[in-house]
Every structure is written in structure tokens, then in C-alpha cells.
């Protein structure tokens, strides 16, 4: 409907790996990472304001560029039973399938971000070490689309601290990633920035660390503030939960971090659960209660009274392009139930329980996995007013439900529906390169607890080599998380030398 004076609305970010919800308000969205792109983009929209050609040429210019998607040249068609048959491309010149964008090389991080004048949340400059991540946690949506592992030299992230602190004053600076402890070269990284800015009173953190004491040696060298407490994600308190979800570490190994934490001046422990993973039962969450337990009786024998553990527990919504996109949320009935238990258990003096309004849950489980239909719904609540329902006390829980009523769509459809393992998704279309059939395999593998090393040891061959073969040969060396891989002619018969898992 837009004409050629309107503006061109285009989204990008983590959430536009399914655009397809909110795919009726927006012109192009841009799937993966936006440094390069944004160039082309621009460029692409001055040429045509020049060009003097219609809105529908600047959209098909658009389509042509890498890891932009044009929603309007894609039409979804639907079995009776609401599952979708296919998906139609309604320009033969758009591509089939619209694959995620990514950037062969990091460039050097920013490091001269708008100085807020006013006191913000997070106010620090955030420097990103490592792109990706190799662990294959199957919950995680961040894991999977953000592959392959790419890394910063040492040298331009101490460059970019300095920089940052130079250019904007803040003294506090994150080192980013998905899992710092698993960035290569952190040791020497830490060692160095404390050394570095040892006497500019500097705070350097380093969120994200793995479950192990060494993150305690990492955190202990950068002199970190024990202010806030030391976070831990064991996402699941059983080892069997945790072998489901491909987080395998055992709770002897979660209770010798903890004991490292408190005894060198940590007084909190701050522990990060989600509740309704697949095939979860009340023991699986019983045992949240009893681990946040034992972990502040570990505290307690190392500092007393003092020690405290604060849980975080979320509740699971299932994300696509991740092994876990065919399994049902649960139902509010079963979260309630299970944040009842834990409010009744995982209580007592030095515990803090924190948990998500399953309301909210629910209204992220619509638009994670919703498909092109969910935009009447998006549009009837809006018109409902509903406007900022991320923020809890905006929440019109009722305007979201009156509107899938008025759109004739059943709620449940989206969320607590097992999907078959060949359904078609709503986001089929998109690619993230990382194959559907490997996703398969690994919620497969799930079922039987089956875990997987991180894949920086052993390749699982999971589609992202295949796809970038280029630009991983284009850029050779320890910078990527993924095997080199050889130029054709040098491969004896042609063969990818990847090192393939076994089948299941
Ligand atoms: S291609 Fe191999 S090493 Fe690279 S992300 Fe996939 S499984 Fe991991």
C-alpha cells in the first residue's frame, strides 16, 4: 500500500529470523549480520530515488541483495488442518530460498558509541570478543543462527578498550560474546587488560561464562567487582535434563564452581534456570529447588550466613531454526504449577526467586513460531491497544485474545502443538545454514539424551561449511571456529575434509 513518498520500513536483528507475524507492516527485513549490508541497502535506495523508477523496482533491487528478504514475493499456502503446503514465490526473480548474511571477517568493534546523558541500564561500552558459539545448547536460538564461530584478535579488542574509554569516559567495559570463557585466547586477553588499565580503575566484565573454576581464575584475574554477584546459566538442575538440552555438566561440577566462587569473596551466586524444557517433569523442577539449596549450603560452610543464591527461572519458549522448533510450549496450566512448586521449595533465608508472567510467555510463544496469519492478530490487538505489552504492566493479555478470536485463529495452534518432524515452517523459506535435517538429527538425538561436543573439537557437519566453503577459504587460519577448508584442487577426489560425526 505504501507509495513511492513513504518511507521504507525495514527490520533486522535476532527476532526477523521469522518475520513472517509481523511480515504485513514491513517492506524488507535483513535475516543476519547488518555491517555490510547496511551499505548495500543504502546505496541500493539512493540510486533508485534517483532513478526515479517505482516502489516495486526498488523492492525486486532489494530482494536481489544477500540477506535481505522482501516479504510481498512469498505466498504461503495451507493444508486444511492449518499446517502450512508450501510456499510460493509470487516473483520468479526473488530467490527460492533467502539466506542469513554474514561477514567473513569482524571488523574492529565500535568504539565511539553516543554517550547517554542520562543513567542507563548497562552503562558500559559493550566491545564484542567472539561472534557464535560451538557448544550446540539446543535450546538456544542465539547458538544456531549466529554460526560459524568467528573470533577478534587480542590485539584490536585491548585497542578498542582503549579507544572506548578515551573517546567516551564510561569506565565500565563488557567483553561480549556468547560464551567468553570459550573465546580462544581469553587468558592471555584477561591478563593483558588487567595489566593494561590496572591503573585507570577500570571494571572489565566478562558475562557469559561457563560452568567450570576456571571462569572463577578469568573473573578473579580482572579484579571484577564482587558486588553483583557472580551469574552461572545451568538452564536445568537433573544431569538428564541437562543432557536433553546438550548443556552436560554435572552438578559435582556445578557445586566445585560454586565453592570456588564463595571462597574467593563472592557473597551471591545468581543462577539462571528455565522451566518447561522437553519432557520435563515436577522432579525435573523439584530439583531446581533442591540445587539452589545445596549450592547455598556449599556458600554457607565457606562464608556462613552470608551466602546467597538468587534463581532466575524462565520459562522455555521453543525458537525456530533451533533442534528444539518442533516441540509444544507448555501450557499455562503446567507453568503455573511449576512456578507454584518452586515458590513453595526453592525459598528460605539467603534465596531470592525470580520467575516470568506466564501471560508473557505465551504472547512470545505467538510470535516466535507464528506464521503470516498471525499479522490480523498482531493488527487486531494493536487496534486493541495493545502497544508495549513487553513491558509487564502494558501487557493487554485480553486484546490478544479477542483478536485471535476475531481472526479466527486458535491460540494453541502456535504453541502447544508438537509439529511433525517433515512440517513445512513458516520460515522454511528463510535459511540460516545450518540444515534443517541436522536440527532434526539433534532433537532426535535429544530424545535419547544423546549429547554432542562443542563442534570446535569435532565438526558436525551441520550446513555451515558447505554454505560459506568460500569464505572460509578466503580467510583461513585460527580466526574461524570451523576446520579450514582446502582449496578443490588440493582435495584428493573432491571430498569435503570435514570430520563427520557418526550417524545416530
Ligand atoms: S560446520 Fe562444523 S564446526 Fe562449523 S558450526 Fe557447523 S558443526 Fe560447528
Known amino acids: 500500500e505504501r507509495g513511492p513518498r513513504d518511507p521504507l520500513v525495514i527490520a533486522g536483528g535476532h527476532a526477523v529470523y521469522n518475520p513472517e507475524p509481523i511480515h504485513a507492516f514491513f517492506d524488507a527485513f535483513v535475516l543476519g549480520e547488518g555491517?555490510?549490508?547496511?551499505?548495500?541497502i543504502v546505496e541500493t535506495w539512493q540510486d533508485w530515488q534517483q532513478s526515479g523508477a517505482s516502489r516495486r523496482a526498488l523492492l525486486e533491487a532489494l530482494a536481489g541483495i544477500w540477506g535481505v528478504y522482501v516479504p510481498s514475493f512469498y505466498e504461503p499456502h495451507y493444508h486444511e488442518d492449518g499446517t502450512i503446503a508450501g510456499i510460493e514465490r509470487t516473483w520468479e526473480?526473488?530467490?527460492?530460498?533467502?539466506?542469513?548474511?554474514?561477514?567473513?571477517?569482524?571488523?574492529?568493534?565500535?568504539?565511539?558509541?553516543?554517550?547517554p546523558y542520562v543513567d542507563i541500564t548497562h552503562n558500559r561500552v559493550p566491545i564484542e570478543i567472539m561472534r557464535g558459539c560451538t557448544r550446540g545448547c539446543r535450546f538456544c536460538h542465539a547458538g544456531m543462527v549466529n554460526r560459524p564461530v568467528r573470533e577478534r584478535p587480542v590485539d584490536e579488542i585491548?585497542?578498542?578498550?582503549?579507544?572506548?574509554?578515551?573517546?567516551?569516559?564510561?569506565e565500565e567495559i563488557g567483553l561480549l560474546s556468547l560464551s567468553s570463557s570459550d573465546y580462544t585466547h581469553v587468558l592471555e586477553l584477561v591478563t593483558r587488560a588487567a595489566e593494561r588499565f590496572a591503573d585507570q580503575h577500570i571494571n572489565i566484565s566478562l558475562p557469559s561464562m561457563r560452568i567450570e573454576s576456571?571462569?572463577?581464575?578469568?573473573?578473579?584475574?580482572?579484579?571484577?567487582?564482587?558486588?553483583?554477584?557472580?551469574?552461572?546459566?545451568?538452564?536445568?538442575?537433573?544431569?538428564?535434563?541437562?543432557?536433553?538440552?546438550?548443556?552436560?555438566?554435572?552438578?559435582?561440577?556445578?557445586?566445585?564452581?560454586?565453592?570456588?566462587?564463595?571462597?574467593?569473596?563472592?557473597?551471591?551466586?545468581?543462577?539462571?534456570?528455565?522451566?518447561?524444557?522437553?519432557?520435563?517433569?515436577?522432579?525435573?523442577?523439584?530439583?531446581?529447588?533442591?540445587?539452589?539449596?545445596?549450592?547455598?549450603?556449599?556458600?554457607?560452610?565457606?562464608?556462613?550466613?552470608?551466602?546467597?543464591?538468587?534463581?532466575?527461572?524462565?520459562?522455555?519458549?521453543?525458537?525456530?531454526?533451533?533442534?528444539?522448533?518442533?516441540?509444544?510450549?507448555?501450557?499455562?496450566?503446567?507453568?503455573?504449577?511449576?512456578?507454584?512448586?518452586?515458590?513453595?521449595?526453592?525459598?528460605?533465608?539467603?534465596?531470592?526467586?525470580?520467575?516470568?508472567n506466564p501471560r508473557e510467555t505465551m504472547l512470545e510463544a505467538w510470535l516466535s513460531r507464528g506464521d503470516r496469519r498471525m499479522a490480523a492478530v498482531v493488527y487486531g490487538a494493536w487496534r486493541r491497544g495493545a502497544k508495549f505489552d513487553a513491558w509487564h504492566e502494558h501487557l493487554?493479555?485480553?486484546?490478544?485474545?479477542?483478536?485471535?478470536?476475531?481472526?479466527?485463529?486458535?491460540?494453541?495452534?502456535?504453541?502447544?502443538?508438537?509439529?511433525?518432524?517433515?512440517?513445512?515452517?513458516?520460515?522454511?523459506?528463510?535459511?540460516?545454514?545450518?540444515?534443517?535435517?541436522?536440527?532434526?538429527?539433534?532433537?532426535?538425538?535429544?530424545?535419547?539424551?544423546?549429547?554432542?561436543?562443542?563442534?570446535?573439537?569435532?565438526?558436525?557437519?551441520?550446513?555451515?561449511?558447505?554454505?560459506?566453503?568460500?569464505?572460509?577459504?578466503?580467510?583461513?587460519?585460527?580466526?574461524?571456529?570451523?576446520?579450514?577448508?582446502k582449496p578443490k584442487k588440493r582435495r584428493g577426489r573432491g571430498e569435503i575434509p570435514l570430520k563427520v560425526a557418526a550417524p545416530p
Request: glycine residues 6%; positive net charge.
Open 214 to 356: 576456571f571462569s572463577v581464575d578469568l573473573m578473579d584475574a580482572l579484579k571484577t567487582s564482587r558486588r553483583s554477584g557472580f551469574t552461572l546459566a545451568p538452564e536445568a538442575a537433573t544431569e538428564r535434563m541437562r543432557n536433553i538440552i546438550n548443556k552436560p555438566v554435572s552438578t559435582e561440577q556445578l557445586l566445585e564452581t560454586a565453592r570456588a566462587i564463595y571462597s574467593r569473596g563472592w557473597h551471591t551466586i545468581k543462577l539462571y534456570f528455565m522451566i518447561g524444557h522437553p519432557s520435563e517433569t515436577l522432579e525435573d523442577v523439584q530439583a531446581i529447588a533442591d540445587l539452589v539449596k545445596m549450592v547455598r549450603e556449599e556458600g554457607r560452610k565457606i562464608i556462613g550466613g552470608r551466602a546467597k543464591v538468587h534463581a532466575g527461572v524462565s520459562t522455555f519458549v521453543p525458537k525456530p531454526h533451533t533442534p528444539f522448533q518442533w516441540v509444544p510450549c507448555d501450557t499455562m496450566e503446567q507453568i503455573r504449577a511449576k512456578q507454584d512448586l518452586l515458590r513453595r521449595q526453592a525459598r528460605g533465608k539467603g534465596v531470592k526467586l525470580n520467575w516470568n
Open 93 to 115: 526473480g526473488a530467490p527460492a530460498e533467502v539466506r542469513k548474511r554474514i561477514v567473513a571477517k569482524l571488523p574492529p568493534p565500535p568504539a565511539r558509541p553516543i554517550v
Open 158 to 170: 585491548l585497542e578498542a578498550i582503549e579507544a572506548a574509554i578515551r573517546n567516551t569516559g564510561i
Open 396 to 485: 493487554r493479555y485480553d486484546a490478544w485474545l479477542e483478536a485471535f478470536a476475531e481472526a479466527g485463529l486458535d491460540p494453541a495452534f502456535y504453541t502447544h502443538r508438537r509439529r511433525e518432524i517433515d512440517e513445512i515452517f513458516p520460515w522454511e523459506h528463510l535459511s540460516i545454514a545450518v540444515r534443517k535435517r541436522f536440527l532434526a538429527q539433534d532433537y532426535l538425538w535429544s530424545r535419547e539424551q544423546k549429547t554432542r561436543i562443542d563442534c570446535r573439537h569435532q565438526c558436525f557437519a551441520c550446513g555451515i561449511l558447505p554454505t560459506f566453503n568460500d569464505l572460509r577459504m578466503a580467510n583461513p587460519g585460527e580466526g574461524w571456529g570451523c576446520p579450514e577448508v
Open 35 to 40: 555491517e555490510e549490508v547496511i551499505h548495500e
